[in-house]
Each structure stands twice: as C-alpha cells, then as structure tokens.
C-alpha cells in the first residue's frame, strides 16, 4: 500500500508559521509579564525580577517541549542592583530538573561577555521587533545548533530588556520535517539570511547557507505571494516568522 503526499506548499508553509507562532505567542506573554512588573517597581531590579522570570522559565524548559531555554536579559545599567543581568534557565539533562546558566557578569573578568554585541539582542534593539537568530551552535548553552527567539520589554518608550527562548534545531526537526515530507515536492526551509533549518533533502545540513539561482534574492525578497525561481522553483513566506519555505529547488 502506497500513500500519496496531500499538502500543497502553502499548506506546509502555513504549519511552520503555526508551530512558530505558538512559540512567538509564549515569549510575548512573558514579555507583558516583565512589563507590568517593571511598572510596580519603583527601583527594578534583579532580586525582585528573577523570581518572575523563574516562574515562567522554568515550566517553559520542564519536560518534553520544544524550548531548551528562555529567560530576560536586562539592557546594561537598567537594574538598581546588576549593571549587567542574565537570568536564563536551561532544560535539564537526561530527565534532570532545569538549571539556570551561570553568567560573568563582571565587565573586568576576562571571560565577560558583551551580550549587546550579540545578533538576538543587537537586531530587536536595532528594529524593537522580535527576532529569529539562527541556526548557530550555541557554545554558551547547549554546544548544538539552536534557534533564539527574542523579543524587547518596553517600558515608557525605553527598551529595558528582552524576553526569549532557545529551541534546540534537531527539535524543530522532529516537529516539522515529517510536515516538510508531506508536501508535494522536495522543501527546504531557511532563515531570513537563507541558512538551512531542516530539508527534506539530507544533504542541506542545519546551519548552511542554501545557495542556489536567485534563491537568496527571493528569500530577502519573499512576503505575502511566492516568488517563482529561474529554475522553476518557488520560495513561500511562513507567516510573519521571518522564515521561508524554498520548494523545488
């Protein structure tokens, strides 16, 4: 017995902008929780923020989800009592209960680093968007390839901080390849920058760049129709993700 693919492209597209969504959906619940209590406190600070952030962090990470980490990162000097904050919880290993990073936080250590400087927290400060960075091996956290998705907290016009999560790629992979197998044709799907998250064709491996006739144009270029490649391919926004489906290429 034989099955026959049934999803068209737009439908694959429109799963993957689904299973992000839900992701993007969390991380802006938290951002209005940091929010709100950023606004009670007459002198924000670490000692009042981090329990906060542990009560939705950690459940976040806690058993089979598809987040390894998430927390708030303060923008320097916006906390009475850190001028540099990290408060980021990791999944635990092999059944472990969730830890949080252990941080530098000291500007004069030698191992401190400049979190500022970093893509998923230098392009939201840039646009006050939320962002997508990745895939990259996350050597602070997990040493594999991850995806961040981080979003800024705004207090009175001022960005005092972001909100976010990791996703670890092989878990993304489990969620949406089968989705991605489905279609009626080969899929790969890249970042905004046209690096490969997962493809049904196992030569793109998570991470490299997909190159290709007019595949990186299209990627930068594609938003609510689909862009028809040279070679008789199509690349199909998913959603307002800043992710892109590139079929049959």
């Not at 990162?73 to 990290?86: C, F, K, S």
């Not at 979190?115 to 990259?136: F, S």
């Amino acid at each position: 017995m034989t099955t026959t693919a049934t999803r068209s492209a737009s439908e694959v597209a429109a799963h993957v902008a689904a299973t992000i969504d839900d992701i993007f959906a969390t991380i802006d619940g938290w951002r209005a929780l940091v929010e709100e209590q950023w606004t009670r406190d007459a002198a924000p600070s670490a000692a009042s923020l981090d329990p906060l952030v542990a009560r939705f962090a950690v459940p976040a990470v806690g058993g089979r989800t598809l987040l390894t980490g998430a927390g708030f990162v303060a923008a320097p000097g916006t906390l009475a009592d850190a001028e540099w904050h990290l408060a980021w919880w990791l999944a635990g290993v092999a059944g472990a209960a969730p830890r949080r990073l252990a941080t530098i936080d000291d500007p004069r250590h030698e191992q401190f680093r400049d979190y500022t400087t970093l893509e998923w927290w230098r392009i939201p400060a840039l646009t006050g968007a939320r962002h997508l960075t990745g895939p990259y091996v996350d050597y602070v956290c997990t040493d594999d390839y991850t995806v961040t998705i981080t979003t800024p907290v705004v207090v009175d016009g001022e960005m005092v901080g972001l909100v976010g999560a990791d996703a670890l790629v092989d878990r993304l992979e489990r969620e949406l390849l089968p989705v991605l197998r489905g279609g009626r044709a080969p899929a790969t799907l890249v970042n905004s920058s046209g690096r490969v998250v997962t493809s049904t064709d196992a030569r793109r491996e998570p991470g490299s760049l997909l190159r290709g006739d007019g595949i990186p144009e299209a990627v930068r270029a594609v938003d609510a129709a689909p862009v028809i490649l040279p070679g008789g391919g199509s690349v199909l926004a998913c959603g307002d993700t800043s992710l892109a489906l590139v079929i049959g290429a």
